[in-house]
């Protein structure tokens, strides 16, 4: 318990160094958009795109398929099960920027979904990966810049995408 708690200090630390910083509210802007690109619409385009050229058996949609039937879920079970509050519950006088879709922080969806894509993209397209990387950190970043998450929750978001990834791209393929 004493490690949670002096877990939970620092980013809350972090946290508050960050949203109280003097570049904060130039960023907000930015990271609306980036936040947005992670909501679920261009992953939705994507798969259709997919299929619209090759049809179910394009290995990449494949592979995007299986891999949000795992992920979602699984951050579903996390998210109850952890009940981490929110930055604007758990930390006294603060507003988030944006109102989140979901009660808990413990992962980030976002940030998840993000590196679960990046991951897969960018192993059917190397020459795109640090582009997609740069993306998925940025839109974790923006998750925490607009007052929804703390640093370890899109970290955790992080190894939970990129495990989920890895996962399916070792069944698919």
């Known amino acids: 318990m004493k490690l949670m708690y002096s877990i939970h200090q620092y980013d809350v630390l ?6 109280n910083s003097a570049i904060h509210a ?3 802007g930015l990271c609306r958009l980036l936040s947005w690109s992670g909501d679920g619409i261009l992953y939705v385009a994507l798969a259709a795109g997919l299929y619209w050229h090759q049809g179910i058996a394009n290995p990449l949609l494949q ?14 079970v996390l998210k109850n099960a952890f009940k981490r509050n929110r930055p604007q ?6 507003r ?3 109102t989140p879709s979901d009660q808990f922080s413990f992962p980030s969806g ?21 582009v997609l990387y740069a993306w998925a950190v940025l ?13 370890t929750d899109t970290l955790m978001g992080v190894v939970l995408g990129v ?8 069944n698919i393929l």
């Not at 839109?139 to 640093?151: A, D, E, T, Y």
């Open 96 to 98: 988030s920027v944006i």
């Open 163 to 170: 495990s989920i990834a890895m996962f399916s791209l070792n």
């Open 89 to 94: 519950q758990a930390i006294d006088n603060f």
């Open 110 to 130: 976002h940030t998840s979904a993000a590196f679960l894509v990046a991951t897969l993209v960018s192993y059917f397209f190397p020459a795109l990966t640090i």
């Open 14 to 19: 972090m946290f508050s160094r960050l949203n």
């Open 63 to 76: 592979t995007l398929l299986l891999g949000f039937v795992l992920e979602r879920p699984v951050y579903f």
């Open 26 to 28: 130039s960023l907000v």
């Open 139 to 151: 839109v974790g970043f923006s998750r925490i810049v607009l007052g929804v998450h703390f640093p």
